[in-house]
Structure formats: structure tokens, C-alpha cells
């Protein structure tokens, strides 16, 4: 009965994809077919590369701006309270640093990381809908769209900024982040459909090495924008305006699974219905297995590595621009420039862990799951003891600045590793096995600002190191529980209708069937 029924499910599928691969082509398909000399799944890489880089701007020009937006005086009495304190490379002498032109709002630290840390609220609350509304809907407008709404939201904030202050700037932070909600979840969505599992960790690297391409670039082109004093408005008017450009080439250019691309290569798409665990599959119909999924101690290790990551990772991310300005005093020009290096050192690291890691799977000298330990262990514990390093080079900004490129490029693997084990995993449910995880590790970007807010009120050199410290065993302790319980194989809640129930299980069915469907699966497994 089994096998009936799971060879009707074949032709079925055969069927789909022949019909995709025998369509007739009007005049403008066979045009646009000849043209694209360039696998489609590489032009998905890079405009999802576009995506993400557009995604992390937006979220990061925030950074740099405050510090430009409130108006903090430096004075020697400040200086006083912290013997430990940092000459400003901007004053000399017993000059009092001149106030910033537009700097007019007083914000203290605690109101400051409360604004940072707003735009993840809306990003947890968004993770797990927009993985539903991507693996419903396809990931192309699920992403698109919610890109779309941050990039109009971040050209408003200057705007809704001078006219509610800081409690309407938090509003517009939680809306941000709810746009950007779906981008991890439908992206992984769209990489499921299209890339054959030994080109992952490569286009893994390629796709979320976005975030670092956005790191620099937002951090980079804030410093210039932000240089002599100019209005920090330019930020967002800049970079939201980079938003909707994307938004336009990516409506022409991408699609939401190879079947459904009008002009993708016969060849390419024969190829990618051959190799690809899923592409428009039966299977992605059937309810989540969220019974199966949550009582998974792979994906349990997957949630304790991502939340160990995001700690490390918005420390860096939302809080090094402060570091730099209140306790190296480097100009906010150096800022940019110390802010966005480390993100260019990660971003060339992730390349190359991802090529050392595809080529160790393809010649056998280790196991999946034992590269994505190998290389969620190197982006854990690496920047878990440079950040340290940094806290105690004190006030040398050139040693510290060396400690951080070296924490962000060792944190590199992470995308070679843990980064991509959710299709490893589920390559059925890749998006919301990725909202589930991004969902918990996201309240990392929560904590940490208002934290570290909390740790430093003083901004000295002493409070910072404690931070650092908390930000070392949040790292070390949840890559433990990753390699304890890290799995790189396919899960068998992912595919019941192949891998049955495991033996014992109480929990009822996952899947749509009838009873009698249901108990040759149960029958099947025991055999």
C-alpha cells in the first residue's frame, strides 16, 4: 500500500517537473535563455548576497548615527572619574571637545541601548509568520516586500525621529525590524529550492556573507556621511534609498523556486529537479511537524549555537561604534573605519572556511556534522578570546583594533557551520526550522544593548571588560551544548512519508494520511 502510494506521489512529481521542463517558450523566454549565460541559482546567490548587505545596512546605520544624534559633552571632569580613561584623538591638551551641530537629543545610555536593541523586538516577532508566509507563499515576495518596508521605514526616520523623539525613533525601530523578520527564513526557503547540497556551504557563505558586505559598507559609508560634523539625517536618506533600488532589480530578477523561473536553462533546471533534496515537493504541503521538531535535540543544539553567536555577534555589532567613540575617543571617521574592517576580514574568512569545508565533505576526510562542529567551535571560542584580548589592550586602539579583525574573521566559520545546518536538517522546512531559531537567538540583539547599557554606564575601560566577560561565557557555554547534540543528516520529522516514525513514538501523526496509510508507515518503520 505504501509503495503504491509513494510511487503515485513520484509520477505526480515527475509530472510537475516534466511539464516545468517541456513548457513552450515564447519569443522573449528563448531570448532571455540564450542571454543568461549565468547559472540562475548564482544570480539568486548574489542578489540574495544584495539582499542581506541591504538588510544589515539598514540595521546598522543606526549605530553610528546615535552617536552623532545626542549630545554628549566631553569634558576633563569626565575624564576625572576613570583613571583609566583614553586621551581623545580628537582633543589635546585641556580642550573641551566642540558639541556636534546636530546633536540635539539627551539620551542617556540605558535610553540608548533600549533604541538599539527596539529593532529586534519587531525581528523575533516577525520570524516565525514570515517563515510560514515563504514556504505558503514562496520566499520571493515574502522577502522582497518586507525589504521593501524597512527601506521606506529607515528614509522616514529623520523625520519621525525630530518629531516623536526617542519613544517614536523605538516604534520605528520595532517596525523596521518586522520587515526584516522573513528575510533568514525565506532566503533559506529560497536556498533549499535551489542549491544542490555540495554547493551549500559555499552559497551559504556567499548569500549570508551579506551581512558583513552590509556591516562594512553601512559602517564605512556612515563614517563619511557622518565626517565634519555633517547632519545625520544623510544616513537614512542614503541607505534607504539603497533599499528600494534593490527592491526593484531583485522583483526582475529572482523567483521563488527554479520551476517557476520563466527563463531559467533547461539544463540547469534538469539539473537542480535531479540534485535538490526539495524542489516543489509533495511533502511541503503537510502540516510543520512541530511535534517531531521540538522535541529535536539537533535543533535544540542549533538554537543554543545561534543564541551563542548572536550574543558575540550584536556585542560587535550594535555596541563597538560606541566603544570606539566613548572610551578610545577615536573620531567618528576612524569609527567607521575600525567598525567596518572586522567585517570585511569575516566576510573574506567565510569564503574560505566555506571552500575548506565543502572540499573536506566532497573527498570524505570528514562527515557533515562534523564540519559543522568543527567550524561552529572555531566561530565561537575564536572571538570568545580575542574580545577578551581587546578589553585588556586598553587604551591602544591599534592592538585593539587587531583583537576585534581577528575575533569577526575566526567568527567566519559560523556560516560554514551552524549557519547552514538547518538544511542539513530540514531541507523541507529549512524556513521555519530557521524562524524557530532566529526567533530565540534574536533576544540576544535584545539583551545585549540594554545590557551592556546597564554595564556601562560610565563607559570605562573596567565596565566594558565585564561586558566582554559575560559576552566570553555566553559564547564558550552554548558551543558546548552544540557539539555535544549537533546532527548534519536529514531528520526523519522532515520526511516522514520516507523515514517513518521513530521507534516508540506516542506523539500522533505528523502528516496528512489516512489511518490505514498511517499504520503501513508505522508497520514499514518497525520492519
Same mark, same amino acid.
Given at each position: ?213 552590509? $556591516? =562594512? ?7 563619511? +556621511? !557622518?565626517?565634519?560634523?555633517?547632519? &545625520? @539625517?544623510? /544616513? *537614512? ?45 509533495? $511533502? =511541503? ?7 517531531? +521538531? !521540538?522535541?529535536?535535540?539537533?535543533? &535544540? @543544539?542549533? /538554537? *543554543? ?223
Amino acid at each position: 500500500m505504501e509503495n503504491e502510494e509513494s510511487q503515485i506521489q513520484a509520477h505526480k512529481l515527475l509530472g510537475q517537473k516534466n511539464v516545468a521542463a517541456t513548457r513552450k517558450d515564447n519569443f522573449l523566454t528563448k531570448r532571455l535563455r540564450s542571454c543568461c549565460i549565468i547559472p540562475q541559482r548564482y544570480i539568486l546567490g548574489v542578489m540574495g548576497l544584495m539582499g542581506v548587505c541591504n538588510a544589515y545596512t539598514m540595521r546598522v546605520c543606526l549605530n553610528l548615527a546615535i552617536t552623532q544624534m545626542v549630545n554628549k559633552t566631553i569634558t576633563n571632569e569626565t575624564h576625572a572619574i576613570d583613571p583609566y580613561a583614553c586621551s581623545s584623538g580628537d582633543v589635546t591638551g585641556n580642550e573641551t571637545e566642540i558639541p556636534k551641530p546636530y546633536a540635539i537629543f539627551n539620551w542617556n545610555e540605558t535610553t540608548q541601548g533600549l533604541i538599539l536593541g527596539g529593532f529586534y523586538f519587531g525581528y523575533a516577532a516577525t520570524q516565525v509568520p514570515g517563515g510560514y508566509l515563504a514556504e505558503k507563499y514562496g520566499g520571493k515576495w515574502t522577502l522582497g516586500l518586507g525589504l521593501l518596508s524597512t527601506a521606506l521605514f529607515t528614509f522616514l526616520t529623520p523625520f519621525v525621529t525630530r518629531l516623536g523623539g526617542a519613544t517614536w525613533l523605538f516604534i520605528l525601530r520595532v517596525l523596521q525590524g518586522m520587515g526584516e523578520g522573513p528575510t533568514m527564513p525565506a532566503l533559506m526557503i529560497m536556498l533549499a529550492r535551489w542549491v544542490p547540497p555540495n554547493e551549500r556551504s559555499f552559497q551559504g557563505a556567499l548569500v549570508f556573507g551579506g551581512a558583513q558586505i552590509g $556591516n =562594512i559598507f553601512g559602517s564605512y559609508m556612515s563614517g563619511i +556621511l !557622518l565626517a565634519n560634523g555633517a547632519n &545625520w @539625517a544623510y /544616513v *537614512f536618506y542614503f541607505f534607504g534609498g539603497f533599499g528600494i533600488l534593490w527592491f526593484i532589480l531583485w522583483s526582475f530578477l529572482c523567483y521563488s523556486t527554479p520551476n517557476s523561473h520563466p527563463y531559467i536553462s533547461k539544463k540547469e533546471l534538469a539539473y537542480l529537479n535531479k540534485k535538490v533534496t526539495t524542489a516543489d515537493t509533495a $511533502n =511541503i504541503k503537510d502540516p510543520v511537524p512541530w511535534k517531531g +521538531l !521540538l522535541r529535536s535535540a539537533p535543533v &535544540w @543544539a542549533l /538554537v *543554543f549555537a545561534a543564541v551563542g553567536h548572536d550574543w558575540g555577534y550584536y556585542t560587535m555589532v550594535t555596541d563597538l561604534p560606541k566603544y570606539s567613540q566613548d572610551v578610545l575617543k577615536n573620531k567618528i571617521e576612524t569609527t567607521g573605519i575600525i567598525t567596518s574592517v572586522p567585517y570585511l576580514a569575516m566576510w573574506i574568512s567565510s569564503f574560505l572556511f566555506g571552500l575548506v569545508c565543502d572540499l573536506c565533505i566532497k573527498k570524505g576526510w570528514h562527515t557533515i556534522k562534523t564540519g559543522r562542529i568543527i567550524h561552529t567551535t572555531i566561530a565561537a571560542t575564536g572571538p570568545a578570546i580575542c574580545i577578551i584580548l581587546a578589553s585588556y589592550a586598553g587604551c591602544d586602539s591599534t592592538k585593539a583594533t587587531i583583537y576585534f579583525v581577528l575575533s569577526m574573521a575566526l567568527m567566519g566559520g559560523f556560516y560554514s557551520g551552524m549557519k547552514v545546518n538547518a538544511l542539513d536538517l530540514a531541507p523541507n522546512y529549512a524556513g521555519t526550522l530557521t524562524s524557530l531559531v532566529n526567533t530565540t537567538s534574536t533576544f540576544a540583539g535584545i539583551a545585549t544593548p540594554y545590557l551592556i547599557g546597564l554595564l556601562t554606564p560610565d563607559s570605562t575601560i573596567a565596565q566594558w571588560r565585564v561586558a566582554f566577560w559575560v559576552c566570553f561565557a555566553v559564547l564558550v557555554g552554548t558551543n558546548v551544548v552544540y557539539i555535544i547534540w549537533a546532527d548534519g543528516k536529514q531528520q526523519w520529522w522532515d520526511d516522514v512519508r520516507q523515514y517513518g516514525y521513530p521507534p516508540g513514538w506516542k506523539h500522533g501523526p505528523l502528516i496528512r494520511e489516512n489511518p490505514e496509510q498511517a499504520e503501513a508507515v508505522q508497520l514499514s518503520d518497525k520492519q
